[in-house]
Nanobody, 126 residues
């Protein structure tokens, strides 16, 4: 089993930055694809950014390209999401996820991920 704990969310103003962290425990995730998703009430969970096990492959949703940056620290079993130029439409609960599928590409569908954190709330005021 893998436990994931997100942190770093909060209330910020439009244009501000936040850095989310995801701490994994129970098993090492250094060989697994990981990702950030977000969800607002009444909508499906949507892909934000993903990263391959080596960190060399990354992918972003179109709205996040150029504003968000995903990274990972395999030695520390950690993943991060640097979010810049935040906008009110970025308001959501942000989740980190790990896929145990043995492939070295970024997966963008939530049903391809096996473990999830509890989420951290990000609220951006205008």
């Amino acid at each position: 089993q893998v436990q994931l704990v997100e942190s770093g969310g909060g209330l910020v103003q439009a244009g501000d930055s936040l850095r989310l962290s995801c701490a994994a425990s129970g098993r090492t995730v250094s060989s697994q694809t990981m990702a950030w998703f977000r969800q607002v009430p009444g909508k499906e969970r949507e892909f934000v950014a993903g990263i391959t096990w080596s960190g060399e492959g990354t992918s972003y949703a179109d709205a996040e390209k150029g504003r968000f940056a995903i990274s990972r620290d395999n030695a520390g079993n950690m993943m991060y999401l640097q979010m810049n130029s935040l906008q009110p439409e970025d308001t959501a609960v942000y989740y980190c996820a790990v896929s145990w599928k043995p492939i070295a590409t970024v997966l963008i569908h939530s049903n391809e991920y096996d473990y999830w954190g509890q989420g951290t709330q990000v609220t951006v005021s205008s």
